[in-house]
């Protein structure tokens, strides 16, 4: 099929198919020309396409998109890998919820202190101190 059809059925645009060939995180048969320098994208470009646009919907980069394609061809991707990989990226994003949270808290007391000083205060950088 060709680049547009292969657009069309998976929802990404051709610059991201074509990028994604670049990376190297698709890849395409040997023999994959139909004249003319137009690409015939196989069949089973669309499970992958499809199962990439699954795991960047669940947050998984590129990178660990890359792995799991990986893992998946040569066949050591099992159900329990998987679990395995899914509890490591909630545990990752666990962590990062919770950075997150003590940046809100620490923004919000800095924001509390600045609203007590004068309005019109003109104050250096140093000035703003992170609260403790």
Do not use: C
């Amino acid at each position: 099929m060709l680049i547009g059809q292969l657009s069309k059925r998976t929802g990404f645009s051709k610059d991201t198919i074509r990028y994604y060939e670049k990376i190297g995180l698709i890849t395409m048969p040997k023999r994959h020309g139909i004249g003319n320098s137009y690409k015939d994208y196989p069949e089973e470009l669309v499970h992958v396409l499809t199962a990439i646009r699954k795991y960047k919907d669940l947050g998984f980069t590129l990178e660990e998109i890359r792995e799991l394609l990986v893992l998946q061809s040569i066949q050591v991707l099992d159900i329990s890998k998987l679990i395995q990989v899914v509890e490591r990226k909630i545990i990752g994003i666990s962590s990062e919820i919770d950075k997150l949270h003590e940046a809100r808290l620490r923004l919000n007391r800095e924001h509390q202190l600045l609203l007590r000083k004068k309005t019109g205060h003109i104050i250096q950088l140093p000035e703003m101190k992170i609260a403790a």
